[in-house]
């Protein structure tokens, strides 16, 4: 009897320490080789002068874990000669763009006796596809550059984020390799000088709270006001595609499926609920949930689903946050807004502008098409 009751003493404790702090570390844990690059690698030498014309197809890892890769291809001058310091004429590309496409910069680097050098970016259109946005990601950015040899050079990246929405990128790095003819793949590249530290896996920024706090759970935040929507309360039972932007940067597509009931309150009035379970769109039609969560219903259809610890990939990116959903029953589904905290990619508070629609949908690989990602505004 004393065994039983100890085992189940030990089963109690290793029950009490899960945590949401636990899950986001396993998390963290679950995607370090997504962030890791070959920093254990041998010390290169110190920087030095060498021709740098040609291709050169560069990997670089944004702040909050984001890859990029660009092409750019550097050229002498007018009137250079190769004798140090040497100026060049740099062109950047997407690594998904075709090199007889428009250069989204031209640009020019002044590269010291040490081989040395500063490239600028300004404006730079890294597309939709970096963090799978509505809207293109247009940032400025500053490769601080070492010369390793006459077919690596890399170095520290910062810049600012100027569109959809702003971000520092201090902190970034990247490495760029010779790829004269373009045989290179980038995946199988580092992102960073070799011999350099490798970066520090932060975690949850404390932001003044104690761990004591943040292993309490996290602060359910105040609701997103969602006064100005009309809502009328009906079955909402069934599968639904959300199509949301976070920030109203960040696409997020979702799989929700719904249980809706009705039954009698205790003096007489007719109370709801939904039950649901939430998965990636992309996700397998046999997928288990990623989550589960249940809600009460008003009368007049409007419920939040808080979502702490919510966890998705969204193309290249690991999104992690805590959120609340404000929705309104619609007569084409539901909709609303969202306010919380994120953690990855950005340490970054989740606003109002947080936006999604979530409509019927079979799931399966059919996306829905021209789909809004948020309420219509009323008249």
Same mark, same amino acid.
């Given at each position: 009897m004393k065994r039983r009751l100890l085992a189940l003493a030990l089963l109690t404790l290793a029950c009490s320490e899960h945590t949401p702090r636990s899950d986001y570390d396993d998390f963290r844990a679950r995607t370090a080789a997504r962030r890791e690059s070959a920093c254990n690698a041998p010390v290169g030498g110190p920087s030095a002068l060498a021709d740098l014309r040609g291709r050169w197809l560069?990997?670089?890892?944004?702040?909050?874990?984001?890859?990029l890769g660009l092409r750019i291809t550097l050229d002498y001058a007018d009137g250079e000669d190769g004798a140090p310091p040497v100026d060049y004429?740099?062109?950047?590309?997407?690594? %998904?763009?075709?090199?007889?496409? %428009?250069?989204?910069?031209?640009?020019?680097a002044h590269v010291d006796e040490d081989g040395r050098f500063i490239l600028t970016a300004d404006p730079l259109n890294l597309g939709t596809d970096v963090i799978d946005s509505a809207s293109p990601v247009i940032a400025t950015v500053t490769m601080d550059a070492r010369t390793l040899d006459a077919d690596q050079w890399c170095g520290d990246a910062v810049g600012t984020v100027t569109s959809p929405l702003e971000l520092h990128l201090d902190g970034s790095t990247f490495a760029a390799h010779r790829d004269d003819d373009g045989a290179l793949v980038l995946d199988?590249?580092?992102?960073?000088?070799?011999?350099?530290p490798c970066a520090p896996d932060m975690g949850v920024p404390d932001a003044g709270v104690s761990? +004591? +706090?943040?292993?309490?759970?996290?602060?359910?935040?105040?609701?997103?006001?969602?006064?100005?929507?009309?809502? /009328?309360?009906?079955?909402?039972t069934g599968d639904y595609f959300f199509l949301g932007a976070l920030n109203g940067a960040i696409a997020v597509r979702l799989w929700i499926s719904l249980f809706?009931?009705?039954?009698?309150?205790?003096?007489?009035?007719?109370?709801? %609920?939904?039950?649901? %379970?939430?998965? +990636?769109?992309?996700?397998?039609?046999?997928?288990?949930?990623?989550?589960? *969560?249940?809600?009460?219903?008003?009368?007049?259809?409007? *419920?939040?689903?808080?979502?702490?610890? *919510?966890?998705?990939? /969204?193309g290249a990116i690991d999104v992690d946050a805590d959120i609340l959903l404000g929705a309104v029953t619609t007569d084409g589904g539901f909709c609303g807004s969202a306010t919380g905290q994120a953690r990855s990619p950005f340490e970054l508070p989740i606003t109002e502008n947080t936006t999604y629609f979530a409509i019927p949908w079979m799931p399966g690989p059919d996306r829905p098409v021209d789909q809004p990602n948020a309420c219509p505004e009323p008249p």
């Open positions: 560069i990997r670089a890892l944004l702040k909050g874990g984001i890859p004429v740099a062109r950047f590309w997407l690594h %998904t763009q075709p090199l007889d496409a %428009t250069p989204l910069v031209e640009t020019q199988d590249l580092t992102f960073q000088c070799p011999g350099d761990d +004591a +706090a943040v292993d309490g759970g996290p602060t359910r935040p105040d609701p997103p006001d969602l006064s100005r929507y009309p809502s /009328v309360r009906r079955d909402l809706y009931r009705e039954g009698p309150g205790p003096d007489g009035e007719k109370l709801a %609920t939904i039950d649901g %379970t939430l998965r +990636a769109a992309s996700d397998p039609v046999d997928a288990p949930p990623r989550m589960y *969560f249940s809600a009460p219903v008003t009368e007049d259809g409007r *419920f939040e689903v808080w979502l702490p610890g *919510f966890k998705l990939q /969204v």
